[in-house]
């Protein structure tokens, strides 16, 4: 959760705090919800629209670096009928 006080933050501080989250499990989670969302979303855009190559990176990406995460949001979407 950013600070309240975020505004007032040294730069170098800045930078150490989000790089401290970035290698935390709060961080990997996120990041991987980020990825899976955004899969979503390009899924649905026009086959004219849509980016093949990046859709199928990021999705590299989220089963190889955050597996654990990919499961789980796979096990919570939906069923199809």
């Given at each position: 959760?950013?600070?309240a006080s975020w505004d007032e933050y040294r730069i170098e501080d800045k930078i150490?705090?989000?790089?401290?989250?970035l290698r935390s499990y709060r961080g990997?989670?996120?990041?991987?919800?980020?990825?899976?969302?955004?899969?979503?979303?390009?899924?649905?855009r026009s086959m004219k629209e849509r980016?093949?190559?990046?859709?199928?990176?990021?999705?590299?990406?989220?089963?190889?670096?955050f597996g654990t995460f990919a499961g789980i949001f796979k096990l919570n979407e939906p069923k199809k009928k």
């Open positions: 959760m950013k600070p150490d705090f989000g790089n401290n989250l990997s989670y996120l990041l991987a919800q980020a990825l899976h969302e955004a899969i979503k979303v390009m899924r649905k980016e093949v190559s990046n859709i199928q990176d990021m999705e590299i990406l989220l089963e190889t670096c």
